[in-house]
C-alpha cells in the first residue's frame, strides 16, 4: 500500500492517509467473455510467488482506450470479470462415475478421456451415430468451435449437434438467411453515427448491452435522431427513447407489417432499391395490404396514429436502422418476427449503408463464432450440409468421406431434448452450458437429464445445475485462461490472449477436444493443435466465404483492437499501405448484392398466426422474461462475484401496482407464480414498469423463472418462445408475518 | 453558514449529475469498488432509484418513469462527518477540497454515519471501521477523472470544480426529488434534469417515504409518509430489540445510565449540602457508599458506551476532535464526571476513615469538587443532547431530546435517591430527620415537576410531528401505526409514576407517616420510571428515520437487509448483507 502524502488543515499535523493501489505487472489484451458486444478489455496481472514458481494473479480490469468498440469503457460485468477466474466452485479435476447415484470420483485425464470415448462409441455402435448428442454454447473461442465441429461432423458423425445459441440467435440466422442468402449482422455499431432513425425492438439495449448504449448514447450527444423503442415493458432504455411503443407480447409481426403497410401506401419505399436488389415485392404488397394501422391497433395495442407516426418518421429519414434482440427473437414466429425488420429495411434500402441497417445484437460473446465455424447448423463458414458442393469441398479439406457427412442438418438444440425423452437419443455432451437454467420448463429437462446412459459435462464450474445428473466431469479452462478469438456482434473477430493459467488440471476445450479426437483415433483431423493453427486453418478455409477470415492473423487482430469479417490478404496489404484505412468490412451488401443465388435479397410475405400460450381465466397474467444488467444468463459466473451478485441475489418478480393491490400483495412481500408447468416462490417488487396485467421475472436465476415457461418453438429457427407464457399469482402470507 | 477558515479548501471539485442520460448501469459503483478494493458488502458510490407515473398499454397515462441517481460522497462545504467525528479521521484536503477519511485512524463509532445525509461513510462490521470516497484524489493529481466519472457510460456523472462548471452551463441545481436539504451540509454535488418529473415519486426500499414537489416549478421536494400507502410494506410491529441496530441497546442503556447517575448526584449531594453534611446513622454511612456506588455504576455505563464501537480499544482517540465534535465533548464531560466523582467519593471516605484530631479534608474542598461534578454533569447531558440534535435525523432534531436527556437526569435521579432513603428508613426503622424528610420531598417533588415538564414537552414535539412532512413525519407514522403499543404502555407507565409521586408526598407531609408505606410508593414509582425511560429511549432509536439517498430493490433497503437476516441468506457473503451477530 502507497501512503499518500496530505497537507491537511492548518491545525492538524501532516498525516498521511493510505489510498489502495492495486499494483499492476502486466496488463494482457482480451476480448471481454459476456456478451455479443466485443469489448476490449485488459487484464492486469499480478505476479506472485518467488525462485521460479511464479502465481500470475488476475487483479484488475480496465477498458482499452483505444477499442474500435468500446473506447475505453467496460460495463460492471467487464469490471469485475477477472473475478470470475478466482471465484469459487471452479472445476479443478476430471469427475467419473458409472451410476449417477454414486459419489463422485476424481481421475486422470487419460481415464476420464477414455471412459468418454468408450462410451461414445458404445452408444454409437448399439443405438447409432445420432444416438450420441452434443449441446455445444456461445461461450468458448471460434478455433474451438471449429475443432469441435471437425470432431463431431467428421468424426463421430452425429447429426444431433447444436448449440445454446438456439435459445437465443436461432430466430436472427433463420432470418438472416430467408433473407440475404446468409447468416450475418450486414451493419455495424458505427451505423448510430450516421442514422437518422433507431428503431428498437424487444431490446433493453441498456441492461443487456450497456456500452452499445454508450455508443449510440455518444452518437445522439453529437446529433439528435429520433430513437423509437417497441416493448411490452418501460425498461430503462425505454425511458431513454422519444417513442415507447408499448406492445401486445408476441404481435410484433403484426406492427412491423402496419409499418410497411403505411410506407408502401404513402409512398416513402425506394422504388429503385426494391427494384434493383429485392425479389418477392408484388406478393409482398399483397400481403402487407391487409395490415392497416387500423386493423393492427386492436391486435398489437398501438394507436393507428402512433403506427403512422413511426412508419413515416422511419420512411422519410435519409437513413434509418433496426436493432432487435430477444422480444424478436424468443417467439413462436421469431424468425417471421426477423424478417418483418428485414422487409423494412429492404423496402426502404436500408441495407448496407451507413446508418441504414437491420442489426441484430447478438447474445453470447461468440454466438457468432459458433454460427461461422462450428458446423453445428451445417459446415463451417456458412456453408451448409444441404449443399453437396460444400459437403464435397469440406469432405476434401478434412479429409473424411463425403458421404460421411449427412445430407441435411438434424436435431437442433430444443429438439435434442425431447429426442431423449423419447429414447432416440442415449449420450450428451454439454458444453459450457447450462440447460437446466436456461431451457424452458425446467422440470421437464430435469427428467430428461436423468434419463441418459451417459452424461458428459464440460464446464468450468462445478458444481452446478446441470452437472447434477452428469456421469463425468470435465474441467475447462476459462476466459483468459488461453488463447483464442471472438465474434461479436457487428462481425468483429477479437482476440483473447491467455492472461493466467487455469486452476488444477483444468484444460483449454481445444485441448479436450483434441484429446478426445486422439482417444477416438480420429487424431488425423487434428494436424492443428495450437489455437493459433487452428486460425490459421480456419482463416484458409473460409477464403471467398462471407465470413472471410483469408486476411487475418492474430497479430492484425492484436493491432487494430479486433477486426470485421470479411477481410481478404488484398484489404490487408491495401491497409498496410494507407494508415488511414483498416483493414475490414464494417458493412455486408454494400454494392446492393446478396448471397442469393440470384443476388437479390428477399421480401417475405408473412402472415400472422397467434399461436401463443395466451392468459385466460385460470391464468390471468402475461409472464416475461428477460435480463437484468449484473447478471450473466445464467449466473455460473456473475452469481459466484459478490459485487455483481449483490444487485440481485435473488429472483424477484416485476408486478403492477393495480394487480398487486387486487391480490392483497404489497411491495417486498413473496408471491407464488403459478403456471402449467410449475410453481416458484418469489419476491415482489411493485412497480408500474409492467403493464396490468403482465408481469416480468429476470430468467438468470436457477429453478427459477423457466419453472414456469412454456417455450413452443419457432416453426422455422427451433426457437423457444420465453417471452409469452400465461400465469397466476396467489400471496404468500407467512414472509409476512414472520417478526 | 460560514466556512470555518481551516476548513476552506484552495479550489472545491465536486460530481455533476446529469439525471436524464443515467441508466442504471452500476458502472460507476462497479468501477469504485474494484479501485478501492471494497468487498460485497460495503458500496461507497451506490445508484438508488425512486419510481414516479403510471403506465397502462389500454390507455390512460404512460408517465412511469424510473428516476436513477448515483450518488457517493459529496465532498460538503459544511462537513457534519468531519465536525462529528471524535478521532478526527477526517480531513477537508485543500487541494481539490475533497472530504476523506483516515479507516487506520477510525474506531468505528459510527457517528459519522449518523449525521451524514447521504450515507456517504459505509461502516464495515466485519473491519469494525468506516471508510468512503476519497474523491479518487490519486487519480485527480494524475490528471484522470475519479474512476466512477471515468466508467461512466451515458453522460450521467461528470467532474468538475464547483462554481465554474455550473456557472457556465446553466440548469444546474442544488436540490433533485430524493435528494435530502443541502443546506445540511451545503453538498458539492450538482443535478441536471430537463425532462419532466411525475408529481409523485416513490422510493423502492422500505424507507416509509414518497416525494412530491411543492410547486409545478420546484425540482426540490419534501417528502410526505406513506406508511398507509398499499405499495409499501413496513417491518412488523414489535419492540423486539432485534430491531436495532447493533450498538444501538448499549447506547441507550449507557446514555439513561450517565443521566440517571448525574440526577443521583445532583440530588444526593443536594441533599448532603441541605443537610450542611450531617447526616444521622444509618444515612451518613449509607451516603459514604452511595459515591462509590455512583462511580462505579457511571463506569458500567462508559464500559457500555465502548460496546458500539469497532475497534474499543482505539477508544483513547475519543478526544482527538474536541474542536467540532460534541462527541470528544461528551466524551470529555463524561470522564471528567468519572473523574470527579471518584475524587468526590474518595476524598469523602477518606474523611470519614480518618482518625479524627488529624488534618483530615477540608469540607470546603469536598464541596467544591462536589460542585464542580454537578456542573460538569450539566455539561456532560448538554452535550449529549447536542450529539443526538444533528438534522440528519429529523426526528431527534427537536428541543425536545435535550429536554428529555435533562428531565430523565431530575427524574430518575431524585426518585433513587429519595427511594433509596425511604427504604433504609423503613427497614432499619430509624425515621428520617425532619429536615431530611423536607430534602427528600422536595426531590420527589422535583421528580414529579420534572415529569410533568417532559410530557408536556414530549406533546409539543407531537404538536410539531404533525406538521412536519419529511422524515420526522415518518417517524411519527411509526410511533402511532406501528410501536403504538408501546408508545401507550409508556404513557400508562408515566401516568402510573405521576400519581404515585404526589401520592407518597401527600402521605409524607401527613402527622405520622407510615414509613413503609411512602418506601413501598417511592420505590414503586422508581421500579415505574425505569422501564418506562428505557422504553422511551429504545423507541427513540427504533423510530427515528434517517435522512437517506433512495436505495434499490436489494441494496440499502432496510427491508431487504431484514429478510436476508431472517431467511439466512446473509450468511451467504455473495449476498452483501451482513449477518446479525
Given at each position: 500500500?502507497?501512503?499518500?502524502?496530505?497537507?491537511?488543515?492548518?491545525?492538524?499535523?501532516?498525516?498521511?492517509?493510505?489510498?489502495?493501489?492495486?499494483?499492476?505487472?502486466?496488463?494482457?489484451?482480451?476480448?471481454?467473455?459476456?456478451?455479443?458486444?466485443?469489448?476490449?478489455?485488459?487484464?492486469?496481472?499480478?505476479?506472485?510467488?518467488?525462485?521460479?514458481?511464479?502465481?500470475?494473479?488476475?487483479?484488475?480490469?480496465?477498458?482499452?482506450?483505444?477499442?474500435?468498440?468500446?473506447?475505453?469503457?467496460?460495463?460492471?460485468?467487464?469490471?469485475?470479470?477477472?473475478?470470475?477466474?478466482?471465484?469459487?466452485?471452479?472445476?479443478?479435476?476430471?469427475?467419473?462415475?458409472?451410476?449417477?447415484?454414486?459419489?463422485?470420483?476424481?481421475?486422470?485425464?487419460?481415464?476420464?478421456?477414455?471412459?468418454?470415448?468408450?462410451?461414445?462409441?458404445r452408444v454409437q455402435s448399439v443405438y447409432g451415430r445420432d444416438a450420441l448428442a452434443v449441446a455445444s454454447t456461445g461461450q468458448i473461442y471460434t478455433e474451438e468451435f471449429y475443432a469441435l465441429g471437425k470432431l463431431v461432423r467428421g468424426g463421430l458423425g452425429t447429426n444431433n449437434y447444436d448449440g445454446n445459441t438456439t435459445l437465443c440467435m436461432a430466430s436472427a440466422v433463420s432470418g438472416y438467411k430467408r433473407a440475404f442468402g446468409s447468416d450475418g449482422p450486414p451493419g455495424c455499431y458505427e451505423d448510430f453515427e450516421h442514422t437518422e432513425c433507431l428503431l428498437a425492438f424487444g431490446s433493453n439495449l441498456v441492461e443487456c448491452h450497456p456500452v452499445i448504449h454508450y455508443r449510440l448514447k455518444e452518437a445522439l450527444e453529437r446529433r439528435k435522431f429520433p430513437?423509437?423503442?417497441?416493448?411490452?415493458?418501460?425498461?430503462?432504455?425505454?425511458?431513454?427513447?422519444?417513442?415507447?411503443?408499448?406492445?401486445?407480447?408476441?404481435?410484433?409481426?403484426?406492427?412491423?407489417?402496419?409499418?410497411?403497410?403505411?410506407?408502401?401506401?404513402?409512398?416513402?419505399?425506394?422504388?429503385?432499391?426494391?427494384?434493383?436488389?429485392?425479389?418477392?415485392?408484388?406478393?409482398?404488397?399483397?400481403?402487407?395490404?391487409?395490415?392497416?394501422?387500423?386493423?393492427?391497433?386492436?391486435?398489437?395495442?398501438?394507436?393507428?396514429?402512433?403506427?403512422?407516426?413511426?412508419?413515416?418518421?422511419?420512411?422519410?429519414?435519409?437513413?434509418?436502422?433496426?436493432?432487435?434482440?430477444?422480444?424478436?427473437?424468443?417467439?413462436?414466429?421469431?424468425?417471421?418476427?426477423?424478417?418483418?425488420?428485414?422487409?423494412?429495411?429492404?423496402?426502404?434500402?436500408?441495407?448496407?449503408?451507413?446508418?441504414?441497417?437491420?442489426?441484430?445484437?447478438?447474445?453470447?460473446?461468440?454466438?457468432?463464432?459458433?454460427?461461422?465455424?462450428?458446423?453445428?447448423?451445417?459446415?463451417?463458414?456458412?456453408?451448409?450440409?444441404?449443399?453437396?458442393?460444400?459437403?464435397?469441398?469440406?469432405?476434401?479439406?478434412?479429409?473424411?468421406?463425403?458421404?460421411?457427412?449427412?445430407?441435411?442438418?438434424?436435431?437442433?438444440?430444443?429438439?435434442?431434448?425431447?429426442?431423449?425423452?423419447?429414447?432416440?437419443?442415449?449420450?450428451?455432451?454439454?458444453?459450457?452450458?447450462?440447460?437446466?437454467?436456461?431451457?424452458?420448463?425446467?422440470?421437464?429437462?430435469?427428467?430428461?437429464?436423468?434419463?441418459?446412459?451417459?452424461?458428459?459435462?464440460?464446464?468450468?464450474?462445478?458444481?452446478?445445475?446441470?452437472?447434477?445428473?452428469?456421469?463425468?466431469?470435465?474441467?475447462?479452462?476459462?476466459?483468459?485462461?488461453?488463447?483464442?478469438?471472438?465474434?461479436?456482434?457487428?462481425?468483429?473477430?477479437?482476440?483473447?490472449?491467455?492472461?493466467?493459467?487455469?486452476?488444477?488440471?483444468?484444460?483449454?476445450?481445444?485441448?479436450?477436444?483434441?484429446?478426445?479426437?486422439?482417444?477416438?483415433?480420429?487424431?488425423?483431423?487434428?494436424?492443428?493443435?495450437?489455437?493459433?493453427?487452428?486460425?490459421?486453418?480456419?482463416?484458409?478455409?473460409?477464403?471467398?466465404?462471407?465470413?472471410?477470415?483469408?486476411?487475418?492473423?492474430?497479430?492484425?487482430?492484436?493491432?487494430?483492437?479486433?477486426?470485421?469479417?470479411?477481410?481478404?490478404?488484398?484489404?490487408?496489404?491495401?491497409?498496410?499501405?494507407?494508415?488511414?484505412?483498416?483493414?475490414?468490412?464494417?458493412?455486408?451488401?454494400?454494392?446492393?448484392?446478396?448471397?442469393?443465388?440470384?443476388?437479390?435479397?428477399?421480401?417475405?410475405?408473412?402472415?400472422?398466426?397467434?399461436?401463443?400460450?395466451?392468459?385466460?381465466?385460470?391464468?390471468?397474467?402475461?409472464?416475461?422474461?428477460?435480463?437484468?444488467?449484473?447478471?450473466?444468463?445464467?449466473?455460473?459466473?456473475?452469481?459466484?462475484?459478490?459485487?455483481?451478485?449483490?444487485?440481485?441475489?435473488?429472483?424477484?418478480?416485476?408486478?403492477?401496482?393495480?394487480?398487486?393491490?387486487?391480490?392483497?400483495?404489497?411491495?417486498?412481500?413473496?408471491?407464488?407464480?403459478?403456471?402449467?408447468?410449475?410453481?416458484?416462490?418469489?419476491?415482489?417488487?411493485?412497480?408500474?414498469?409492467?403493464?396490468?396485467?403482465?408481469?416480468?421475472?429476470?430468467?438468470?436465476?436457477?429453478?427459477?423463472?423457466?419453472?414456469?415457461?412454456?417455450?413452443?418453438?419457432?416453426?422455422?429457427?427451433?426457437?423457444?418462445?420465453?417471452?409469452?407464457?400465461?400465469?397466476?399469482?396467489?400471496?404468500?402470507?407467512?414472509?409476512?408475518?414472520?417478526? | 453558514?460560514?466556512?470555518?477558515?481551516?476548513?476552506?479548501?484552495?479550489?472545491?471539485?465536486?460530481?455533476?449529475?446529469?439525471?436524464?442520460?443515467?441508466?442504471?448501469?452500476?458502472?460507476?459503483?462497479?468501477?469504485?469498488?474494484?479501485?478501492?478494493?471494497?468487498?460485497?458488502?460495503?458500496?461507497?458510490?451506490?445508484?438508488?432509484?425512486?419510481?414516479?407515473?403510471?403506465?397502462?398499454?389500454?390507455?390512460?397515462?404512460?408517465?412511469?418513469?424510473?428516476?436513477?441517481?448515483?450518488?457517493?460522497?459529496?465532498?460538503?462545504?459544511?462537513?457534519?462527518?468531519?465536525?462529528?467525528?471524535?478521532?478526527?479521521?477526517?480531513?477537508?484536503?485543500?487541494?481539490?477540497?475533497?472530504?476523506?477519511?483516515?479507516?487506520?485512524?477510525?474506531?468505528?463509532?459510527?457517528?459519522?454515519?449518523?449525521?451524514?445525509?447521504?450515507?456517504?461513510?459505509?461502516?464495515?462490521?466485519?473491519?469494525?471501521?468506516?471508510?468512503?470516497?476519497?474523491?479518487?484524489?490519486?487519480?485527480?493529481?494524475?490528471?484522470?477523472?475519479?474512476?466512477?466519472?471515468?466508467?461512466?457510460?451515458?453522460?450521467?456523472?461528470?467532474?468538475?470544480?464547483?462554481?465554474?462548471?455550473?456557472?457556465?452551463?446553466?440548469?444546474?441545481?442544488?436540490?433533485?426529488?430524493?435528494?435530502?436539504?443541502?443546506?445540511?451540509?451545503?453538498?458539492?454535488?450538482?443535478?441536471?434534469?430537463?425532462?419532466?418529473?411525475?408529481?409523485?415519486?416513490?422510493?423502492?426500499?422500505?424507507?416509509?417515504?414518497?416525494?412530491?414537489?411543492?410547486?409545478?416549478?420546484?425540482?426540490?421536494?419534501?417528502?410526505?409518509?406513506?406508511?398507509?400507502?398499499?405499495?409499501?410494506?413496513?417491518?412488523?410491529?414489535?419492540?423486539?430489540?432485534?430491531?436495532?441496530?447493533?450498538?444501538?441497546?448499549?447506547?441507550?442503556?449507557?446514555?439513561?445510565?450517565?443521566?440517571?447517575?448525574?440526577?443521583?448526584?445532583?440530588?444526593?449531594?443536594?441533599?448532603?449540602?441541605?443537610?450542611?453534611?450531617?447526616?444521622?446513622?444509618?444515612?451518613?454511612?449509607?451516603?459514604?457508599?452511595?459515591?462509590?456506588?455512583?462511580?462505579?455504576?457511571?463506569?458500567?455505563?462508559?464500559?457500555?458506551?465502548?460496546?458500539?464501537?469497532?475497534?474499543?480499544?482505539?477508544?483513547?482517540?475519543?478526544?482527538?476532535?474536541?474542536?467540532?465534535?460534541?462527541?470528544?465533548?461528551?466524551?470529555?464531560?463524561?470522564?471528567?464526571?468519572?473523574?470527579?466523582?471518584?475524587?468526590?467519593?474518595?476524598?469523602?471516605?477518606?474523611?470519614?476513615?480518618?482518625?479524627?484530631?488529624?488534618?483530615?479534608?477540608?469540607?470546603?474542598?469536598?464541596?467544591?469538587?462536589?460542585?464542580?461534578?454537578?456542573?460538569?454533569?450539566?455539561?456532560?447531558?448538554?452535550?449529549?443532547?447536542?450529539?443526538?440534535?444533528?438534522?440528519?435525523?429529523?426526528?431527534?432534531?427537536?428541543?425536545?431530546?435535550?429536554?428529555?436527556?435533562?428531565?430523565?437526569?431530575?427524574?430518575?435521579?431524585?426518585?433513587?435517591v429519595a427511594s433509596g432513603l425511604l427504604c433504609l428508613s423503613a427497614v432499619s426503622g430509624v425515621p428520617l430527620p425532619a429536615s431530611l424528610m423536607v430534602g427528600v420531598t422536595v426531590a420527589l417533588g422535583v421528580a414529579w415537576v420534572t415529569l410533568v415538564v417532559q410530557r408536556v414537552s414530549e406533546w409539543n414535539r407531537a404538536r410539531a410531528l404533525a406538521t412536519r412532512t419529511d422524515e420526522a413525519a415518518a417517524s411519527r407514522e411509526l410511533l402511532t401505526r406501528v410501536y403504538h403499543r408501546w408508545v401507550n404502555l409508556r404513557l400508562g407507565l408515566t401516568g402510573l409514576q405521576l400519581l404515585l409521586v404526589p401520592v407518597a408526598i401527600l402521605i409524607g407531609l401527613s402527622a405520622a407517616p407510615p414509613a413503609d408505606l411512602i418506601a413501598g410508593l417511592?420505590?414503586?414509582?422508581?421500579?415505574?420510571?425505569?422501564?418506562?425511560?428505557?422504553?422511551?429511549?429504545?423507541?427513540?432509536?427504533?423510530?427515528?428515520?434517517?435522512?437517506?439517498?433512495?436505495?434499490?430493490?436489494?441494496?440499502?433497503?432496510?427491508?431487504?437487509?431484514?429478510?436476508?437476516?431472517?431467511?439466512?441468506?446473509?450468511?451467504?457473503?455473495?449476498?452483501?448483507?451482513?449477518?446479525?451477530?
Amino acid at each position: 500500500m502507497a501512503m499518500w502524502p496530505f497537507t491537511s488543515n492548518r491545525d492538524r499535523q501532516i498525516r498521511p492517509i493510505n489510498i489502495r493501489q492495486n499494483p499492476v505487472d502486466e496488463w494482457v489484451p482480451t476480448t471481454c467473455g459476456y456478451c455479443s458486444t466485443g469489448c476490449g478489455i485488459e487484464v492486469g496481472v499480478r505476479k506472485e510467488g518467488e525462485r521460479g514458481i511464479q502465481l500470475r494473479k488476475p487483479v484488475a480490469a480496465r477498458g482499452m482506450p483505444a477499442h474500435p468498440v468500446n473506447q475505453g469503457k467496460l460495463c460492471l460485468k467487464g469490471i469485475w470479470e477477472f473475478e470470475a477466474i478466482t471465484a469459487h466452485d471452479r472445476a479443478t479435476h476430471p469427475l467419473l462415475r458409472e451410476n449417477r447415484s454414486d459419489p463422485f470420483q476424481r481421475v486422470s485425464w487419460d481415464e476420464a478421456l477414455s471412459w468418454v470415448a468408450e462410451q461414445f462409441q458404445r452408444v454409437q455402435s448399439v443405438y447409432g451415430r445420432d444416438a450420441l448428442a452434443v449441446a455445444s454454447t456461445g461461450q468458448i473461442y471460434t478455433e474451438e468451435f471449429y475443432a469441435l465441429g471437425k470432431l463431431v461432423r467428421g468424426g463421430l458423425g452425429t447429426n444431433n449437434y447444436d448449440g445454446n445459441t438456439t435459445l437465443c440467435m436461432a430466430s436472427a440466422v433463420s432470418g438472416y438467411k430467408r433473407a440475404f442468402g446468409s447468416d450475418g449482422p450486414p451493419g455495424c455499431y458505427e451505423d448510430f453515427e450516421h442514422t437518422e432513425c433507431l428503431l428498437a425492438f424487444g431490446s433493453n439495449l441498456v441492461e443487456c448491452h450497456p456500452v452499445i448504449h454508450y455508443r449510440l448514447k455518444e452518437a445522439l450527444e453529437r446529433r439528435k435522431f429520433p430513437v423509437i423503442v417497441v416493448d411490452p415493458r418501460v425498461t430503462n432504455f425505454v425511458s431513454q427513447a422519444d417513442l415507447h411503443l408499448p406492445i401486445r407480447p408476441g404481435t410484433d409481426l403484426v406492427l412491423l407489417n402496419a409499418l410497411a403497410h403505411v410506407i408502401l401506401a404513402e409512398g416513402l419505399h425506394d422504388g429503385a432499391y426494391i427494384e434493383r436488389c429485392t425479389a418477392g415485392f408484388e406478393e409482398f404488397c399483397r400481403m402487407v395490404a391487409k395490415f392497416s394501422p387500423e386493423f393492427a391497433e386492436p391486435i398489437t395495442g398501438i394507436p393507428a396514429e402512433r403506427i403512422r407516426q413511426v412508419a413515416r418518421l422511419f420512411g422519410r429519414a435519409k437513413t434509418a436502422m433496426c436493432i432487435w434482440t430477444m422480444g424478436i427473437n424468443q417467439s413462436t414466429h421469431g424468425t417471421d418476427g426477423v424478417n418483418g425488420i428485414t422487409n423494412l429495411c429492404l423496402i426502404t434500402g436500408n441495407i448496407g449503408k451507413p446508418g441504414g441497417t437491420a442489426l441484430s445484437i447478438t447474445g453470447q460473446c461468440n454466438a457468432m463464432g459458433t454460427r461461422e465455424f462450428s458446423s453445428c447448423s451445417g459446415l463451417p463458414a456458412y456453408r451448409q450440409l444441404e449443399n453437396p458442393e460444400h459437403r464435397s469441398e469440406i469432405a476434401r479439406r478434412w479429409g473424411v468421406e463425403e458421404a460421411f457427412f449427412p445430407p441435411k442438418r438434424g436435431r437442433q438444440m430444443t429438439d435434442i431434448f425431447p429426442a431423449i425423452e423419447s429414447g432416440e437419443i442415449k449420450a450428451l455432451w454439454l458444453i459450457a452450458t447450462n440447460p437446466m437454467t436456461s431451457m424452458p420448463n425446467t422440470h421437464r429437462v430435469d427428467a430428461i437429464l436423468s434419463k441418459l446412459d451417459c452424461f458428459v459435462v464440460q464446464d468450468v464450474f462445478y458444481p452446478h445445475e446441470s452437472a447434477e445428473h452428469a456421469h463425468c466431469v470435465l474441467p475447462a479452462a476459462m476466459w483468459a485462461e488461453k488463447t483464442g478469438t471472438l465474434t461479436n456482434s457487428e462481425r468483429r473477430v477479437g482476440l483473447v490472449r491467455k492472461a493466467v493459467d487455469p486452476p488444477g488440471e483444468a484444460r483449454s476445450d481445444l485441448e479436450i477436444f483434441v484429446a478426445l479426437g486422439d482417444k477416438l483415433g480420429l487424431g488425423r483431423l487434428f494436424p492443428s493443435r495450437t489455437s493459433e493453427e487452428v486460425f490459421a486453418e480456419m482463416a484458409q478455409i473460409s477464403h471467398g466465404r462471407p465470413c472471410d477470415y483469408s486476411g487475418l492473423t492474430y497479430e492484425l487482430l492484436e493491432a487494430y483492437g479486433g477486426l470485421q469479417w470479411p477481410v481478404t490478404p488484398d484489404l490487408v496489404s491495401r491497409a498496410a499501405s494507407d494508415q488511414n484505412v483498416r483493414p475490414e468490412m464494417p458493412r455486408l451488401y454494400a454494392d446492393g448484392r446478396f448471397n442469393t443465388p440470384d443476388g437479390k435479397a428477399r421480401l417475405v410475405a408473412l402472415d400472422f398466426e397467434d399461436t401463443n400460450e395466451r392468459p385466460d381465466a385460470n391464468y390471468p397474467f402475461w409472464l416475461n422474461t428477460g435480463r437484468v444488467v449484473e447478471h450473466w444468463h445464467t449466473r455460473t459466473k456473475t452469481g459466484r462475484i459478490g459485487n455483481l451478485n449483490k444487485f440481485s441475489p435473488i429472483p424477484y418478480v416485476e408486478m403492477h401496482p393495480a394487480d398487486a393491490e387486487e391480490l392483497w400483495i404489497r411491495h417486498l412481500d413473496h408471491a407464488m407464480v403459478y403456471s402449467r408447468r410449475g410453481e416458484l416462490k418469489v419476491l415482489v417488487q411493485v412497480s408500474a414498469r409492467v403493464a396490468p396485467g403482465s408481469i416480468f421475472i429476470p430468467f438468470h436465476f436457477a429453478r427459477g423463472a423457466n419453472l414456469l415457461t412454456l417455450g413452443l418453438l419457432d416453426p422455422i429457427s427451433r426457437q423457444p418462445a420465453y417471452k409469452q407464457t400465461a400465469v397466476r399469482i396467489t400471496k404468500v402470507f407467512e414472509e409476512t408475518d414472520g417478526g | 453558514m460560514a466556512v470555518e477558515p481551516d476548513l476552506k479548501p484552495q479550489k472545491q471539485y465536486g460530481f455533476f449529475f446529469r439525471a436524464d442520460n443515467c441508466i442504471a448501469c452500476h458502472s460507476c459503483e462497479a468501477a469504485c469498488s474494484q479501485k478501492n478494493g471494497n468487498p460485497p458488502r460495503i458500496a461507497w458510490r451506490h445508484v438508488g432509484y425512486l419510481e414516479g407515473g403510471s403506465y397502462d398499454p389500454r390507455g390512460g397515462s404512460n408517465d412511469f418513469l424510473r428516476l436513477n441517481t448515483s450518488m457517493a460522497c459529496n465532498h460538503c462545504t459544511d462537513p457534519v462527518c468531519l465536525k462529528g467525528c471524535p478521532t478526527g479521521a477526517y480531513v477537508k484536503y485543500e487541494k481539490y477540497g475533497a472530504v476523506i477519511q483516515d479507516s487506520d485512524i477510525c474506531f468505528g463509532c459510527q457517528y459519522c454515519t449518523w449525521v451524514c445525509p447521504y450515507n456517504a461513510p459505509a461502516y464495515d462490521p466485519v473491519k469494525g471501521s468506516v471508510s468512503k470516497c476519497n474523491m479518487c484524489v490519486d487519480r485527480l493529481d494524475l490528471g484522470l477523472n475519479p474512476a466512477c466519472v471515468e466508467a461512466c457510460l451515458g453522460h450521467a456523472l461528470e467532474f468538475g470544480e464547483m462554481g465554474k462548471r455550473d456557472l457556465e452551463e446553466s440548469g444546474w441545481v442544488t436540490r433533485m426529488a430524493g435528494f435530502p436539504d443541502p443546506s445540511i451540509t451545503q453538498p458539492n454535488v450538482r443535478f441536471q434534469r430537463h425532462k419532466p418529473i411525475p408529481t409523485t415519486m416513490i422510493r423502492t426500499d422500505s424507507v416509509p417515504l414518497r416525494y412530491v414537489p411543492k410547486s409545478p416549478a420546484e425540482t426540490g421536494e419534501p417528502v410526505v409518509p406513506q406508511v398507509a400507502d398499499p405499495r409499501v410494506k413496513i417491518e412488523p410491529a414489535g419492540l423486539s430489540l432485534r430491531s436495532l441496530k447493533t450498538g444501538e441497546l448499549p447506547l441507550a442503556i449507557f446514555t439513561l445510565l450517565v443521566q440517571m447517575v448525574i440526577g443521583a448526584f445532583w440530588t444526593g449531594f443536594g441533599l448532603l449540602v441541605w443537610m450542611e453534611g450531617q447526616l444521622p446513622p444509618p444515612f451518613g454511612a449509607a451516603m459514604q457508599w452511595f459515591f462509590p456506588g455512583l462511580t462505579a455504576a457511571l463506569a458500567v455505563g462508559m464500559g457500555l458506551s465502548t460496546a458500539h464501537l469497532g475497534k474499543p480499544w482505539r477508544c483513547y482517540r475519543a478526544l482527538n476532535n474536541l474542536r467540532y465534535s460534541w462527541l470528544s465533548r461528551e466524551i470529555l464531560a463524561v470522564g471528567s464526571v468519572f473523574g470527579g466523582l471518584l475524587l468526590y467519593a474518595g476524598l469523602s471516605l477518606l474523611s470519614a476513615w480518618l482518625p479524627p484530631g488529624l488534618p483530615g479534608v477540608s469540607p470546603q474542598i469536598l464541596q467544591g469538587v462536589g460542585w464542580g461534578v454537578c456542573v460538569v454533569g450539566a455539561a456532560a447531558i448538554y452535550c449529549m443532547g447536542k450529539i443526538y440534535l444533528i438534522p440528519a435525523r429529523p426526528y431527534w432534531n427537536h428541543p425536545h431530546t435535550m429536554v428529555a436527556f435533562f428531565t430523565s437526569a431530575l427524574n430518575l435521579g431524585p426518585l433513587a435517591v429519595a427511594s433509596g432513603l425511604l427504604c433504609l428508613s423503613a427497614v432499619s426503622g430509624v425515621p428520617l430527620p425532619a429536615s431530611l424528610m423536607v430534602g427528600v420531598t422536595v426531590a420527589l417533588g422535583v421528580a414529579w415537576v420534572t415529569l410533568v415538564v417532559q410530557r408536556v414537552s414530549e406533546w409539543n414535539r407531537a404538536r410539531a410531528l404533525a406538521t412536519r412532512t419529511d422524515e420526522a413525519a415518518a417517524s411519527r407514522e411509526l410511533l402511532t401505526r406501528v410501536y403504538h403499543r408501546w408508545v401507550n404502555l409508556r404513557l400508562g407507565l408515566t401516568g402510573l409514576q405521576l400519581l404515585l409521586v404526589p401520592v407518597a408526598i401527600l402521605i409524607g407531609l401527613s402527622a405520622a407517616p407510615p414509613a413503609d408505606l411512602i418506601a413501598g410508593l417511592t420505590l414503586g414509582a422508581f421500579a415505574v420510571a425505569v422501564p418506562k425511560s428505557l422504553v422511551g429511549r429504545i423507541i427513540m432509536y427504533l423510530v427515528v428515520v434517517p435522512t437517506t439517498m433512495p436505495g434499490s430493490l436489494f441494496l440499502r433497503n432496510p427491508g431487504f437487509v431484514s429478510f436476508a437476516r431472517k431467511s439466512g441468506l446473509a450468511a451467504d457473503p455473495l449476498v452483501g448483507v451482513v449477518p446479525a451477530h
